[in-house]
């Protein structure tokens, strides 16, 4: 590979160096010094765009931004001026002219470790003109010395718990974990088993598959359309009208006109609205692992079975769902997986709303860290979202150390 | 014969799925059923609604879109029309999203599969001290979820000059892409026929040229896979726009999509369109390499 390159980076001078390269170069002994370069972009980018990151993101959730209150400051300074003078001092008092004035500036310079130039305060400067001095020096040196920054312990994460849009986030986040997976899982296990059945299956799975290539923001836009409240023109709310419609006819049911439901605008609706919209995305990636597993099912077990006398739904229940059950394990996990990071369809369906009521973990770090500047906060659930994925981690890392041993 | 594709569980035998021909007569051995086609038809058809619902209100009538349902539109056909498109393609920032989208998608689709590619050939072909570690150190950081490293990366973009530049956002999604990209070429090239890269270098080819002339052409389904995965992912993709990319000129179409329909103040006669538009290329392209992008699943989970 690009030697000459390799050598001419080398610093002047180095002469030995560059014959002793060259040597090994010539020997085609580079060794894995070579490999090293061609891995270098990679471990560079991983580092500092992966690992370094996570591990900032830890340090960053266990700190907080200086309080640093410029009244109450400013109150303490001339109290003590006060209590040093022994008199009532005034904002718009000159600062020179109240007695031991020199003390009680050192006693708060030494406070907060900062420093002055000693010509800084003269004899024109009012309490007040000295107390923006020092609020402004004070403020600089903290920003200076480590971003405004101070170690604040596990203060983030106690504070998740008292946070009611949080936690709503993770009661969500749950709700999402059980119904998102239970129902991609089912539906892709059905589709794959219909698909197996008929003789259009690619024009089927290509229908079903479709959506994993639509953006979220694109998926939003179709299913803000198609949750409509109006019967005319809302997809989902003109099929609900024909069904009531129709058990109006049969008298089933009586009362007025269907009058729609705004399934994005009540609490109660929204999560299981958006869910549906996430089935609609994801079932395809479950389908396309479920369809590639129910065809390495032996077909010889399938044909002895049916001989048997086996019906199609004791074959799938009993011998197809058994058989793949680690592909079942896997696709929940991938789903899991998915569910924990879910974004762009609630961002930009509902950005958490109505009331909050929609808010999952994912739009919370965002909006956390980008809407109110809370970069430590946002860490902090950052850095939950991290741990909830750390089992699903150990599995794909347990999976890869066997396939490394598989291999050699 | 019955496809031997394996689950991702059984990941040693996943290498043949890139070798395999897809069989697209089988069916399942106790046959067909009429049952089966009905409810897949009813499945495929709720499947096939909101896209086909976004499609026809997008060439729609204003008037039409808000007072009637998409699918009276289909009694009368003359009334459909692509003056939305005109109008959201040369308004609204549309234009200029596409082209951005574009910007971002392509070097961000090509830097990842080539560093990653540099960096599977030797661990895959060569034994030297660390290769383990550095190979399921890339492959972990495949489970990190986006949101853990969002907020330092957009910091150390900023000490590079980079926040907001199309370079810093073809960076992060480099480095994001990688582990998936390592991951698949590793496991492609592990099938590959050793014996004739051995008779290379007993021939002298160097590692360069082994990879150059043996290794790349050999890998096309990879690439194919690979090329589709992240062209989605990138093209797709609203977070780390939104995060890294804090710049409104220079924003793809995801996030002015997102804040098209936050606003609200553009119609639906804009929002169709535009959604409609940011799909096509993603549908094309997949339509066109379903078969990729099948394989690329089934070879290595998918990223999140």
């Keep these: ?408 | 014969m019955r496809r031997e594709y394996q689950g991702i569980s059984e990941l040693p035998k996943q290498k043949r799925i890139f070798l395999k021909e897809k069989d697209k007569t089988s069916t399942h051995p106790i046959g067909i059923s009429l049952l089966s086609n009905i409810i897949l038809g009813l499945i495929v058809l709720v499947w096939l609604t909101p896209t086909l619902m976004l499609f026809i209100s997008s060439i729609r009538p204003v008037s039409d879109m808000m007072t009637s349902g998409w699918w009276t539109a289909f009694l009368y056909p003359s009334r459909f029309t692509l003056k939305n498109y005109i109008e959201v393609l040369t308004s609204k920032g549309i234009g200029t999203g596409f082209i951005n989208s574009l910007l971002i998608s392509i070097p961000a689709t090509f830097l990842p599969i080539l560093v990653g590619a540099l960096a599977a050939y030797p661990i895959s072909f060569y034994k030297f001290p660390g290769r383990k570690l550095i190979f399921i150190t890339i492959i972990a950081m495949q489970i990190v979820p986006l949101q853990t490293v969002l907020i330092p990366v957009l910091m150390i973009l900023k000490r590079l000059n980079l926040n907001g530049t199309f370079p810093g956002i073809w960076l992060a999604h480099t480095a994001f892409g990688l582990p998936l990209c390592i991951y698949l070429f590793r496991n492609f090239f592990a099938q590959l026929p050793y014996s004739l890269i051995e008779a290379a270098k007993i021939d002298g080819a160097n590692s360069f040229q082994i990879f150059t002339i043996l290794v790349t052409p050999m890998s096309k389904p990879v690439l194919a896979s690979l090329a589709i995965f992240q062209f989605l992912w990138v093209w797709n993709d609203l977070l780390v726009a939104l995060i890294i990319l804090n710049n409104p000129a220079a924003s793809p179409l995801t996030v002015r999509l997102s804040s098209l329909l936050g606003s609200l103040d553009s119609g639906w006669h804009i929002m169709t369109p535009a959604a409609f538009a940011s799909m096509l290329l993603p549908l094309i392209f997949f339509l066109a390499f379903q078969k990729y992008f099948v394989r690329g699943i089934l070879a290595g989970s998918i990223k999140g």
């Design chain 1, 1 to 408: 590979m690009g030697q000459p390159i390799f050598i001419g980076h080398l610093p002047e001078g180095s002469e030995f160096m560059k014959s002793l390269i060259a040597k090994y170069i010539r020997k085609k002994r580079l060794g894995w010094l070579e490999y090293y370069l061609w891995m270098a972009p990679a471990i560079i980018l991983t580092l500092f765009f992966l690992v370094i990151p996570t591990l900032q993101t830890f340090g960053l959730s266990l700190k907080e931004e200086v309080t640093f209150s410029e009244r109450e400051f400013s109150q303490g300074f001339i109290n003590e001026l006060a209590v040093e003078s022994g008199a009532e001092i005034g904002r718009n008092d000159l600062i020179q002219e109240v007695s031991g004035w020199e003390s009680v500036v050192n006693g708060a310079l030494n406070k907060y470790k900062v420093r002055i130039a000693s010509d800084d305060i003269n004899e024109e400067m009012t309490v007040k003109d000295t107390v923006e001095l020092l609020t402004a020096t004070i403020y600089q040196a903290r920003q200076a010395r480590d971003g405004g920054l101070q170690f604040c312990g596990f203060k983030n994460y106690r504070r998740m718990f008292k946070d009611n849009a949080m936690l709503t986030a993770f009661r969500n986040n749950l709700i999402w974990l059980l119904f998102f997976t239970t129902l991609t899982v089912i539906f892709g296990l059905l589709i794959a088993a219909l698909a197996d059945r008929v003789k259009w299956s690619t024009l089927a799975k290509t229908i079903i598959f479709l959506p994993m290539a639509i953006s979220g923001t694109a998926s939003a836009v179709i299913w803000n359309f198609m949750y409509f409240k109006d019967v005319n023109t809302g997809t989902v709310n003109a099929l609900l009208n024909l069904v009531y419609s129709l058990l109006q006819k049969l008298n089933l049911i009586t009362g007025g006109n269907f009058e729609g439901i705004a399934f994005l605008g009540r609490p109660d609706l929204v999560n299981i609205a958006l869910i549906a919209a996430g089935v609609w995305m994801q079932v395809g990636f479950s389908t396309v692992i479920f369809s590639a597993a129910l065809k390495s099912v032996p077909t010889e077990l399938i044909e002895m079975a049916h001989l048997e006398g086996a019906n199609s739904l004791q074959i799938f229940f009993k011998i197809e769902i058994p058989i793949i059950q680690s592909t079942i394990v896997l696709v929940i996990t991938q789903m899991i997986m998915w569910v924990l990071k879910v974004f762009d369809i609630i961002y930009t369906l509902t950005q958490g709303g109505p009331f909050n009521s929609s808010e999952v973990i994912a739009n919370r770090i965002y909006m956390t860290a980008f809407n109110q500047n809370n970069f430590q906060y946002a860490s902090a659930m950052a850095v939950i979202l991290f741990l909830a994925v750390i089992p699903v981690l150990f599995i794909n890392i347990r999976n890869l150390a066997y396939e490394e041993s598989v291999r050699e």
